[in-house]
């Protein structure tokens, strides 16, 4: 079990939500945690909240040069989380080039910056940290969410990625894989979100994560199980038959 105290971590998408819940559950466990995303006052606020050391760092994940700055201010860390996120509900045939563009560059995109920004340094130390935030939507497709999915296929598929290339070093590379929670970004959904969870119960099944060496972690269960075993192995008519939206 992966003892906190005295580490350094950097969340990124840490100013509400899932974010903001988790880096309460790393204070909480020693950590210092160094928290970043768009706005300082909310990021202000959550530090606040906190009962260890906090540093409020702004960072745009949408420009490179800002997440280099970021990571630079930041200084050698033990762990890198990242949790930003955009969302729209559409479907493909209410296409919103804006918002479609900007799910893949804030939710993927945005995750290559991140973890460009600390893997260097990492892998020349061969000591890190890094945490992705995928989705259940990542498995296959799911109607209404044709940019949210696949940007979150796209991070699914890079923490594989890097899981097989770091496995037998000192980097660890993990991604969690949550259904529903309850959000800003959710509130936008006006279907019904099956076992809808609360931010601190999508932070404790992520922070019980990143307690391990387990490079995955999908919840929650049962639902979980409808995508990582359905959604992979069922005909696609099946599939598409049982998903279809109304």
Not at 6 to 20: C, F, K, M, N, V
Request: include cysteine; charged fraction near 25%; hydrophobic fraction near 45%.
């Amino acid at each position: 079990m992966r003892d906190f105290r005295g580490t350094r971590y950097w969340l990124i998408g840490a100013s509400d939500g899932l974010g903001a819940a988790l880096a309460r559950k790393l204070s909480a466990a020693g950590a210092e945690v160094i928290l970043s995303a768009r706005s300082e006052d909310k990021l202000r606020e959550v530090a606040d909240t906190l009962p260890g050391r906090a540093q409020v760092l702004p960072c745009d994940v949408s420009d490179r040069a800002d997440v280099e700055r970021a990571a630079n201010e930041a200084g050698e860390i033990d762990g890198m989380v990242f949790l930003a996120g955009v969302y729209w509900p559409q479907p493909a045939q209410e296409w919103n080039a804006e918002q479609v563009e900007a799910m893949a560059d804030v939710n993927f995109t945005g995750a290559v910056r991140a973890v460009g920004a600390v893997i260097g340094p990492m892998v020349e130390r061969d000591r890190g940290h890094i945490v992705l935030t995928g989705s259940l939507s990542g498995f296959r497709g799911l109607p209404g969410a044709t940019g949210y999915g696949a940007s979150k296929a796209g991070v699914m598929w890079l923490a594989e990625g890097m899981h097989a290339d770091l496995r037998r070093t000192g980097v660890l590379v993990q991604v969690a894989n949550p259904g529903f929670i309850r959000t800003r970004l959710t509130d936008k959904n006006d279907f019904s979100m099956p076992q809808l969870m609360e931010p601190e119960e999508a932070a404790q099944h992520m922070f019980e994560l990143m307690l391990t060496d387990d490079f995955k972690r999908s919840f929650p269960t049962p639902f979980a199980w409808l995508f990582r075993v359905g959604g992979q192995f069922l005909p696609d008519w099946a599939w598409y038959g049982m998903m279809k939206k109304g």
